[in-house]
């Protein structure tokens, strides 16, 4: 009897532990992918110590609610800030003036103090700021913090008018030549559909205007009812940074960008401007337009996983892991909001892709 008694004690080992009933319940009874797989996988983001604190995972397959789990003290009803997620809410507005008529994508970006004469930042386009390849000098993070030209911007000494701060830094390349992530290029960008849209320099009528904007041509329409957008003190959207939404909208967010920038077959930004977010940079291969791409880069780490979910994966990520992941090939939206520092960003992802993983790609 003994090796039947080793068999029948090995097996127990290797058998996973029994799924808690909590993480059972946040998964659709009929997900269309094994339920208990489904469930072990977001439930591991939210016990993995190693990963940070998940506060929030959204699961969408084929336009449905497959998985939905909040942290203790949250819920669906919770605004989450999106830190950098905002910066591709950011170019699909731009994408919008753009197909307006208001904005010209291959044109020297339309900023005042670069047009006088003999400066070379006249040359950079709205292209270039885009796929962050203006040139300007920028750091984005610094140890320490607060030397970072991202913290001096949005909390220091260009807080008061976080455009001015940004548009009156020099070159440091040609534009177009450099790839330098930028969390000022998006308040430039900011700055710049708010002049398309009003000639008013004052705070509250630029404030007022935009928010307007982004309410009916993309938040109303989306159904992202939640969503809160700040300004600085001169009446500029922070793009780069501070729009705030539920897990739901920033959910429905993602299923607006997997449909090519349609609800209900409603075009809000043309098909093609989406193709232009999803397209490689030319100094970039795993970023697009305010977006990241599931592709490999010789530029610092990979910020998604190259090789292990389809290529055609992208997503918008935000400061201490916030992402919505968008997956057109497996008609899947993955939202995950939480607190994860970067030594934890490496747990996170594998965590993720592990989600990604039980969608099969079509």
């Not at 709205?126 to 993070?141: A, D, I, N, P």
């Amino acid at each position: 009897m003994l090796p039947s008694l080793m068999a029948c004690s090995g097996a127990q080992e290797n058998a996973e532990p029994p799924i808690s009933s909590e993480a059972l319940a946040a998964v659709d009874k009929a997900p269309g992918v094994p339920r208990e797989r489904l469930a072990r996988a977001v439930d591991a983001l939210f016990t993995d110590e190693a990963a940070g604190e998940t506060r929030a995972v959204l699961v969408l397959h084929e336009g449905r609610i497959v998985a939905e789990r909040y942290q203790d003290g949250f819920g669906k009803d919770t605004r989450f800030i999106g830190w950098s997620m905002a910066k591709t809410i950011t170019g699909v507005m731009i994408g919008m003036l753009v197909s307006d008529g208001r904005l010209r994508l291959n044109e020297s970006a339309p900023v005042a103090r670069w047009q006088r004469s003999g400066d070379p930042r006249g040359e950079i386009t709205l292209r270039q700021l885009l796929q962050m390849r203006s040139g300007l000098r920028h750091v984005e993070t610094t140890d320490p913090v607060h030397d970072s030209d991202a913290v001096r911007m949005l909390f220091l000494d260009g807080r008061s008018d976080t455009a001015a701060y940004a548009e009156a830094q020099p070159l440091e390349a040609e534009p177009g030549r450099k790839f330098d992530y930028s969390s000022a290029t998006t308040v430039i960008l900011a700055d710049i559909a708010a002049r398309s849209l009003t000639e008013s320099r004052e705070a509250r009528f630029r404030r007022a205007i935009v928010a307007d904007y982004l309410r009916t041509r993309l938040f109303e329409p989306v159904g992202m009812t939640s969503m809160v957008a700040e300004f600085d003190p001169a009446g500029t959207l922070i793009g780069s940074s501070m729009i705030h939404g539920t897990a739901r909208d920033w959910g429905k967010f993602g299923e607006f960008m997997r449909h090519g920038g349609a609800v209900k077959g409603a075009q809000l930004v043309p098909r093609g401007w989406i193709d232009f977010m999803t397209t490689p940079s030319p100094r970039n291969p795993a970023y697009g337009a305010q977006l990241w791409l599931n592709r490999p880069t010789d530029i610092g780490t990979d910020q998604l996983f190259p090789g292990k979910a389809p290529a055609s994966l992208f997503a918008s990520i935000g400061q201490l892991g916030q992402y919505v992941i968008v997956s057109p090939r497996q008609k899947l939206t993955l939202v995950r909001l939480g607190h994860s520092s970067d030594a934890q960003r490496p747990a996170l992802r594998a965590r993720l892709v592990d989600v990604v993983a039980q969608f099969p790609a079509r």
